[in-house]
C-alpha cells in the first residue's frame, strides 16, 4: 500500500535504498515505481509518479466550490502534471520554465488567459486489493501482476484556466486567449470556448486570438466560469475568482500597466559594493503631473529569482500593487495612498534580492539621494517640499533601516529628507512596526 501514502515511507526507504538518488519526493516515488511497465499508462502521465502537491481530481472539469483556478494554482497544477510523464519517450509537454516565459511574453498589451486541457491516470484504491499491483517489502518496490483482470489505472480529466490577473483597478481589461498559450495533451480539440464573466450577459463565445473587453459598473468579487466543449462532445469547466477594484466610471488608481522607468531609474552595478536595481515609478493620479512630489519609497524584500529562476518570478512593482489591491485587507489602501494622500509610488527592485543586507542597503540609499534630487515641490498641498516616506517590505525593511541608519550616522551633511520609516512583513500578512525618523 506504500504507493498510496508516500509520507510514512520516506523514513524506511531513505535508509533501505541509501544507494538510490532518492533526494526528492518525485525521485522516491519513481524508485518505487520503476519496475512498472509504463507503456500500460493509457495517458503516459500517471498523478503518483510525478511531484504530489494538490488533489487534481479537486480540478476536473465538473464545477464545484473548491473547483476555483488563479495563477498560482494554475502553475502548481501544470507542474503536476508535467513531471507525472512516465514513459521514456519524450515528454509532450514543455518544461514549466518555458511555459512560464510564454505565459509573460504573451501579456504585454492584454491581460492572458492560459488554458490547461489533460488527462492522466491515477492508480486505482483497489489496486493492491484486487491483486492489480503488488507491492515488494524487500526492495520496496511496486510491481505489475501477469494475467490481470483489468487495468490498475484510472482515467482522469484536469482542466485549469484563469487570467494572469486577478483585478482590475479600472473596472474594464482587454482579455485574450492564444493558441500558443493552450497546453492540451489529450488528443481532442475543442468545438467552443465560452466565459461567463458575472457582468449580467451570460456566457460568451470566445475566438482564439481575438481580444475581448469586459467592463463593470459595479464593485467587487466576480465568478467567472470558464468553459470548454471538446470534439466529443464532453465539457470541462472551472471557475475563476476575479475582483472589480474601480467600476469603470471612477477615478483612476495605482495600476502596473502606467509604471515607468524614469530617466535616473536604473541603478547600474558597482564593484565590490552593490548588484543594482531597477526603480519604477507610478505618479499620482491625485491632479497628475507625472513629476515627483511625494514619494512613498518601497524596497522589495527577499526575491530569489535571480539566483533560482525556476523557482520564484521576480517580484517587481506591479505584485506590490496587487498586494495593495487584495480585496481580504477589507480596506482600499490603493485608493487611500495614490487618490486621497496623493502618493507618488518608488517601487525598488534589487538586481539580486537575496543578496547581502548591506549590499543592498547601498542601493536603497542611492535611490533615496536620487528621489531628493529629483522630487519637486507638491503644488497640491501648500507648495512644499515633501518628505520622504520609506516602506520595507520583509528582509526590505532591514536593508531600509540600515541604509537611513548609515545616512544618518556617516553622512550628516547629507539629510535623507525622510520623516517615516515602516516595515512590514509581507505583503499580505499586515504592518508589523513603525519607526518614526
Not at 116 to 135: E, R
Not at 420 to 428: A, E, Q, V, Y
Request: hydrophobic share 35%; proline share 4%; net charge negative.
Amino acid at each position: 500500500m506504500c504507493i498510496l501514502s508516500y509520507t510514512p515511507c520516506f523514513i524506511f526507504l531513505r535508509e533501505t535504498i541509501a544507494q538510490v538518488d532518492t533526494r526528492t519526493t518525485q525521485k522516491l516515488l519513481q524508485y518505487i515505481m520503476q519496475p512498472l511497465d509504463k507503456d500500460q499508462i493509457p495517458t503516459g502521465f500517471l498523478e503518483e509518479y510525478g511531484c504530489p502537491m494538490l488533489p487534481m481530481a479537486t480540478f476536473n472539469g465538473t464545477l464545484t466550490d473548491s473547483n476555483r483556478i488563479d495563477m498560482h494554482l494554475w502553475r502548481t497544477l501544470y507542474f503536476q502534471l508535467q513531471t507525472g510523464w512516465a514513459k521514456t519517450t519524450s515528454n509532450p509537454l514543455l518544461a514549466i520554465t518555458t511555459v512560464n516565459s510564454t505565459i509573460k511574453n504573451n501579456s504585454v498589451d492584454t491581460v492572458l488567459f492560459p488554458l490547461l486541457i489533460g488527462s492522466y491516470n491515477t492508480v486505482k484504491s483497489n489496486a493492491f486489493s484486487s491483486n492489480l499491483l503488488s507491492y515488494n517489502s524487500s526492495t520496496n518496490q511496486v510491481h505489475d501482476v501477469q494475467e490481470r483482470p483489468e487495468s490498475p489505472y484510472n482515467m482522469n480529466n484536469l482542466f485549469a484556466a484563469c487570467p494572469v490577473r486577478k483585478d482590475t483597478t479600472r473596472g474594464f481589461e482587454a482579455f485574450i486567449f492564444k493558441s500558443n498559450a493552450i497546453w492540451n495533451n489529450t488528443g481532442k480539440t475543442f468545438s467552443s470556448l465560452q466565459v461567463n464573466f458575472d457582468d449580467g450577459e451570460g456566457f460568451t463565445n470566445i475566438s482564439i486570438g481575438t481580444p475581448i473587453t469586459v467592463s463593470y459598473t459595479d464593485t467587487g468579487y466576480k465568478r467567472w466560469t470558464i468553459k470548454v466543449t471538446l470534439n466529443d462532445s464532453s465539457i470541462l469547466q472551472c471557475y475563476s475568482d476575479y475582483y472589480v477594484l474601480e467600476a469603470s466610471s471612477e477615478s483612476a488608481r495605482y495600476d502596473a500597466q502606467q509604471s515607468i522607468i524614469p530617466a535616473w531609474g536604473v541603478v547600474d552595478p558597482v564593484n565590490g559594493v552593490h548588484d543594482g536595481a531597477t526603480i519604477w515609478v507610478n505618479y499620482s493620479n491625485f491632479d497628475r503631473t507625472n513629476t515627483l512630489r511625494k514619494p512613498l519609497i518601497v524596497v522589495e524584500g527577499y526575491d530569489v529569482s535571480t539566483v533560482a529562476p525556476t523557482l520564484q518570478l521576480n517580484y517587481w512593482i506591479g505584485n506590490f500593487i496587487d498586494a495593495i489591491n487584495e480585496p481580504q485587507l477589507q480596506y482600499d489602501f490603493n485608493n487611500q495612498l495614490d487618490d486621497t494622500a496623493g502618493y507618488d509610488l518608488v517601487f525598488i527592485d534589487f538586481n539580486d534580492g537575496a543578496d547581502d543586507i548591506v549590499r543592498n542597503a547601498a542601493i536603497v540609499q542611492e535611490v533615496i539621494n536620487l528621489v531628493n534630487a529629483n522630487k519637486v515641490n507638491d503644488d497640491r498641498f501648500g507648495d512644499i517640499l515633501q518628505q520622504n516616506v520609506v516602506m520595507g517590505l520583509s528582509m526590505g525593511g532591514l536593508c531600509a533601516r540600515y541604509a537611513l541608519a548609515n545616512m544618518t550616522k556617516n553622512f550628516p551633511g547629507t539629510p535623507t529628507e525622510t520623516r517615516l520609516m515602516i516595515t512590514h512583513d509581507s505583503p499580505h500578512r499586515g504592518l508589523i512596526c513603525t519607526f518614526v525618523l
